[in-house]
């Protein structure tokens, strides 16, 4: 069989790649190994409940009147409108640290006021910064790297407030240990801050399902429980793909949503390419609490909380199964309008270490995942980080970076892939260009944003060249 574009992983960049290009009346099929769409933002069922994995809340929402905004482009790209995903704003969440928590909404001025009553000294240095911010082009496929801890000390001078813009910052879109590319700083700082958080009603499945009968309703193939084994390289062209099965397919451009390392990993017949870099290895721990009762009537009002208990913050891969000193809080049942929601959910997650937990044998395992939900929920309940939820627990469940690595195939378990990004989604091969987690752009919104414009750029513009 053959494709005029062939798509590696079903997720958000990949299934957005495909709409777009469907949507021309590109001969385009999308494989995925797994039997559930969505890669790193997916959904399971276990004992009659569902879960969301990955999606805590969708960035970039912005209002309907903004047309310039990230979610319009989105929508108008592939045809469909802000309805389709049921989109519900959250409250409000907070950033805490030991003595300070900064409180923040949709609206953009509710931190500015938090920070000139918690940080009086920083206020104007705060305004150069959210001015630089404002007019930084974050989109640029050329940037080059830069600090955004150096960045931010150019005009921060209080360290506590670097490190409590870079928590929610970080543990939502950086690869990188204890610091990040300034430009990625800025396009996740607009996304949570300046634009704002939303969950779709019925969680990650209402955005999913839409891209999928999107993609189908555009006559895009789909098929899924059929990974690519190994690309075919000859010269310096993908030849074709060999599927799981052993099937042999050819496309004129194959796109990866695999990652770089991982891309590289399935090429087959030529010299190994010089690779850029190292691959990732942050990754997570998430412990999900069901209970009888809805948080707020525990007193947990907050929809995300961004915490971390030490005198300063730590973004790095921890010398132990998971690091409890920081964490992110997510109560679903907080956004607006999810009232719906029968039970109580509390989504706790932590910085995790995929090599501790890859050692370990079944049993050891079964047991350290129990015994790491025990120990997350204490250290936050000693942090006065959330009210004592233990008396109306119904159901638990938690995930490691083995499930992570299992799902989206990451090395490592590496939620947001390598640290160092190919923006313009160029690898070794003519045909062969990434998208999603390695091309770079961040967030649900920014791996949909990064699949249609590698479709745009390497497929839609080059035909018309």
């Known amino acids: 069989m053959h494709y005029d574009v062939a798509i590696i992983g079903a997720g958000m960049s990949g299934l957005a790649a495909g709409i777009r290009l469907a949507y021309f009346d590109r001969k385009v099929c999308i494989f995925d190994r797994h039997e559930v769409y969505g890669g790193l933002n997916s959904f399971y069922k276990r004992d009659g409940r569902q ?74 240095n705060f305004a150069r910064l959210l001015e630089t911010i404002r007019t930084y082009d974050d989109v640029s496929l050329t940037a080059p790297y830069t600090s955004a801890r150096k960045v931010l000390g150019s005009y921060i001078q209080d360290p506590l407030l670097t490190d409590m813009l870079l928590c929610p910052v970080m543990y939502y879109g950086s690869a990188e240990e204890h ?70 397919v050819t496309a004129d451009v194959v796109l990866s949503s695999a990652g770089y390392f991982e891309t590289l990993g399935l090429c087959r017949g030529a010299p190994d390419p010089p690779a850029v870099g190292e691959p990732g290895r942050l990754s997570f721990v998430e412990s999900i609490s069901i209970t009888d009762v809805v948080p707020a009537e525990l007193g947990l009002g907050a929809t995300l909380i961004f915490f971390n208990d030490s005198p300063s913050f730590t973004y790095a891969r921890p010398d132990s199964l998971v690091d409890v000193r920081s964490g992110v809080v997510c109560c679903p049942n907080n956004f607006a309008e999810h009232d719906h929601l029968s039970e109580g959910v509390i989504r706790m997650t932590t910085l995790a270490d995929h090599e ?43 995930f490691t970076p083995r499930t992570i690595r299992r799902f989206t195939g990451h090395l490592h378990g590496a939620v947001y892939g390598a640290p160092h990004k190919r923006r313009d989604g160029r690898t070794h091969l003519k045909n062969l260009f990434l998208c999603g987690t390695d091309q770079g752009f961040l967030g649900i919104i920014g791996a949909m944003l990064s699949g249609i414009s590698m479709a745009n750029l390497h497929v839609l513009a080059a035909g018309e060249s």
């Open 51 to 124: 879960f969301d994995v990955g999606l805590h809340a969708l960035t970039n929402f912005a209002a309907p009147e903004v047309r310039t905004a990230p979610l319009a482009k989105l929508l108008r790209q592939l045809r469909l409108t802000r309805e389709q995903f049921e989109l519900r704003p959250q409250g409000w969440s907070e950033i805490r640290f030991p003595g300070v928590c900064l409180r923040f909404t949709n609206d953009l001025r509710v931190l500015i006021q938090e920070v000139a009553e918690s940080f009086p000294g920083e206020i104007d």
């Open 356 to 398: 501790r937990w890859d050692a370990l044998d079944p049993v050891a395992y079964a047991q350290a995942k129990q015994e790491c939900y025990e120990r997350i929920l204490s250290h936050a309940l000693d942090a006065h980080v959330l009210p004592d939820p233990r008396s109306r627990v119904i159901y638990r469940d938690t």
């Open 179 to 248: 610091d990040m590319d300034f430009t990625q700083f800025v396009t996740m700082f607009k996304s949570l801050f300046c634009e704002g958080l939303a969950r779709p009603l019925g969680g990650v499945r209402t955005i999913l399902r839409t891209l999928v009968r999107q993609y189908r309703g555009f006559g895009g193939k789909l098929r899924m429980k059929c990974g690519v084994r190994s690309l075919a390289v000859g010269g310096d062209r993908v030849t074709h793909l060999e599927l799981d099965d052993g099937e042999q």
